[in-house]
């Protein structure tokens, strides 16, 4: 099924987008909630996740101990690498099959770090980048998940740039606060576009 591949920085906007898109009919596949998903309690990475880093990473309910991992890979770049090498083929694998099986024109891919990992740039059919200023996206995370200003400017810097993820898209939704009336009219206009591309 024709994919459009869904991106932006954190708090451009990307599941505010998508949701809009998801009201027209279209299935979302979430590659964040993906890799939610595969560690929670029993999720299919727990047992590689044992196995490489030993059972006090996996919480008692059988999820991953986010925390924990999240300090040492924060610090450690060939553990983050090990805990990637399980976890980026299994996130593949699994979007992979909701893709399959989704139902729809079309079907939108979300994935945070298209630009910057690469590998599902090739794989969809078209990316979208959802497009907003930094100070945007610093009040929005700030509202959303209480960081600080500094927290996010932190997050962003490691991230692509706006520069970076605007030459690799095919099409930019901006998401700064526009007028309700034209930010429907553009998701619209790109919903015709891509269910017109799909059919072809
Ligand atoms: P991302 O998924 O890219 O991190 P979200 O979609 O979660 O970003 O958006 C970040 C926050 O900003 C959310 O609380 C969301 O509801 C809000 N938001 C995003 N775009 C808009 C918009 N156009 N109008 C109002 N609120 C928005």
Redesign the pocket.
Known sequence: MFAVGLT?G???????VAERFAARGVPIVDTDAIAHRITAPHGLAMPAIARAFGASFVAPDGSLDRPRMRALVFSDETARHRLEAITHPLIRTETEREWQQAHGPYVIIVVPLLVESGAWKTRVNRVLV?DCSVETQIA?VI??NGFTREQVLAIIARQATREARIAAADDVIV?DDLPRDV?DARIDELHHLYTSSAGR
Request: charge should be positive; glycine fraction near 22%; charged fraction near 20%.
């Open positions: 932006g954190i708090g451009s906007g990307k599941s505010f959802v929005r509202q959303r998401n930010f």
